[in-house]
């Protein structure tokens, strides 16, 4: 281990073992960056300060960078892609994100990875329809009165043209009579970062998730 990698590593240990105000934030991240050019391929201090920028710096867009950097390079976890994933989705637009997260599982060198990467994908890909896809749900409701009871009405109306995009959970797009917003039919939701498969189940059945 180089006395620059130990360096680095302890700056973001003595970051995150004391309380905020008796540590010296950037003096820790200026150690990383210092390990990050002297070891460029080190996926650990990328992700090391995309996490510094994120929980000290609320700084979503420099974590992101640091993240997918992080999650292209050898040896990084499928851990460090999904938190990649979910960073860079929430400073890019949905579009954007599917685009990242494509580029991602074609170099995936792993089945771990591929699965990761393709449940993130879906998510993305999700939030990304419901997004274009939602104006005209709100417009449907504007111009008759109430919701569409589903997406092919939206088409019926002219509001939607061509072809409508298939749920990328597997199920049927349905629109929720009580607040207007898509869903999927198989009760799935994307995921928010650092959640698990438990915490989303709790929070998908309005049980406590803390």
């Not at 599917?98 to 074609?106: A, D, Y």
């Not at 072809?163 to 009579?177: A, I, M, R, T």
Request: charged share 25%.
């Amino acid at each position: 281990m180089s006395l620059v990698f130990f360096g680095a590593m302890q700056a973001f240990k003595s970051i995150f073992s004391w309380p905020t105000d008796q540590l010296d934030v950037d003096e820790g991240i200026r150690l990383l960056e210092k390990g990050v050019r002297n070891l460029p391929e080190s996926w650990l201090l990328h992700y090391y300060l995309g996490m510094t920028h994120y929980f000290f710096r609320n700084d979503a867009d420099a974590a992101a960078e640091y993240l997918a950097t992080a999650a292209r390079l050898p040896g990084a976890p499928p851990l460090v892609t999904r938190v990649a994933a979910l960073m860079y989705g929430r400073r890019a637009n949905p579009g954007t994100t599917v685009q990242f997260l494509r580029e991602l599982l074609k170099n995936a060198d792993s089945d771990q990875m591929r699965e990761v990467l393709t449940r993130s994908l879906e998510d993305a890909e999700f939030r990304a329809i419901t997004a274009a896809l939602q104006p005209a749900v709100d417009a449907y409701r504007k111009q008759v009165g109430s919701l569409p009871p589903n997406l092919a009405a939206l088409a019926e109306r002219g509001i939607v043209r061509g072809e409508l995009p298939k749920d990328p959970f597997g199920g049927k797009w349905e629109v929720d009579q009580s607040t207007g917003q898509l869903r999927s039919s198989t009760g799935r939701v994307p995921r928010e970062l650092h959640e698990s498969s438990a915490v989303q189940r709790r929070r998908k059945q309005g049980e406590p998730t803390g």
